[in-house]
């Protein structure tokens, strides 16, 4: 006969799980946070339930995630605001816990109940927690989990337009250029979601927001930082060249200070930025509706152009024809106009 004197553990159920972590988040208060032995004892437990909520999403490694048990903790976690402890308890939680928090992030966005997304819709009714994602680059130690937060978020067209409408978006021209290479890197990568995952939210964007959006482009453009520089000019082009914001685009060819710009990075000491340059600078020329001021600089500067333009190539590659037939062309274009 053989007895049990410990019996297996009963596994929580989504209810338990949501409430454990609720809980859990709650107790790193303010009181908790000062006594150190509190903290790391308060946090072992955060760790715990996080590790659980894995589990219930993704599955244990053995066997596939049950999809009732993963919506019902999808709708506790919005139903008991549990979704705003998680995102405003991040500065306190530990690497471990941050990590599994990513990991689950992008499952309770994409997952739906009856059709329902319910914590996008739960981040359109608590907006500000984007924002405060956003903030969160000026915090070294989780600006990288959040902006994996961030790109999650951007992926649905709701929570992109709010970003890019909000106060919080500015704020990207500083963090692209912040000193830490690593989060500048990744705040650029949420950037250029931002520009570029939804076409017609951002031509909308860009059509109410044209001269504070270009003025402030403008400085990365001409920033001194050469990674800025490149990675602004490419992004430029890829979504001024896309056709929803073909209106933008040719509001901003009529433009003599971006005509300018062009032409200085066209004289730029590294050759991937001159690349880029010429590649946005050929619209300009290209242009059957040059305005007058736009001819005059053109021709003002025609013979430094050539110049420029016969000396740039783009190295070995299957494009080569093609770059060479289009700058004849702008060569051509320059040489017809006169003073």
């Given amino acids: 006969m053989s007895f049990s004197f410990f019996k297996a553990s009963r596994p929580k159920t989504p209810q338990e799980v949501a409430k454990s972590i609720k809980e859990s988040l709650m107790a790193l208060d303010t009181k908790t946070v000062v006594e150190v032995k509190?903290?790391?004892?308060a946090l072992e437990e955060v760790e715990k339930n996080f590790v659980t909520m894995r589990t219930m999403l993704?599955?244990?490694?053995?066997?596939?995630?049950?999809?009732d048990q993963v919506s019902q903790l999808v709708e506790e976690m919005c139903k008991d605001d549990v979704l705003t402890l998680l995102i405003h308890k991040l500065p306190i939680l530990g690497w471990e816990a941050r990590k599994d928090l990513v990991h689950c992030w992008s499952i309770l966005l994409k997952h739906k109940v009856d059709s329902?997304?319910?914590c996008v819709e739960y981040i359109e009714q608590h907006i500000d927690l984007l924002d405060?994602?956003?903030?969160?680059?000026?915090?070294?130690d989780i600006a990288l989990s959040c902006g994996i937060m961030l790109r999650e978020c951007i992926k649905f067209p709701s929570l992109g337009r709010y970003i890019l409408e909000s106060a919080s978006f500015v704020l990207f021209f500083k963090f692209v250029e912040l000193p830490n290479f690593d989060v500048a890197s990744d705040a650029f990568s949420t950037f250029k979601d931002l520009l570029t995952k939804h076409e017609n939210v951002v031509s909308e964007f860009l059509t109410a927001h044209y001269d504070e959006f270009f003025d402030l482009y403008e400085r990365l453009l001409t920033s001194p930082n050469y990674v800025t520089r490149r990675q602004s000019l490419k992004l430029l082009s890829e979504f001024l060249l896309e056709s929803?914001?073909?209106?933008?685009m040719k509001r901003y060819i009529l433009e003599v200070r971006y005509l300018k710009v062009m032409m200085t990075l066209l004289r730029d000491s590294s050759k991937n930025i001159q690349l880029s340059a010429f590649h946005i600078f050929k619209v300009f020329v290209a242009n059957p509706n040059k305005p007058v001021e736009v001819k005059l600089i053109l021709a003002k500067n025609q013979e430094k152009l050539l110049e420029l333009l016969h000396n740039l190539s783009p190295g070995k590659?299957?494009?080569?024809d093609q770059f060479e037939e289009e700058k004849e062309f702008i060569i051509k274009e320059i040489k017809r106009l006169s003073c």
């Fill in 317 to 320: 590659g299957s494009e080569d």
């Fill in 116 to 118: 329902v997304s319910c």
């Fill in 58 to 67: 993704s599955g244990d490694g053995e066997s596939e995630p049950n999809l």
């Fill in 132 to 140: 405060f994602l956003v903030v969160c680059y000026d915090n070294k």
């Fill in 38 to 41: 509190a903290l790391e004892k």
């Fill in 244 to 248: 929803p914001n073909s209106q933008i």
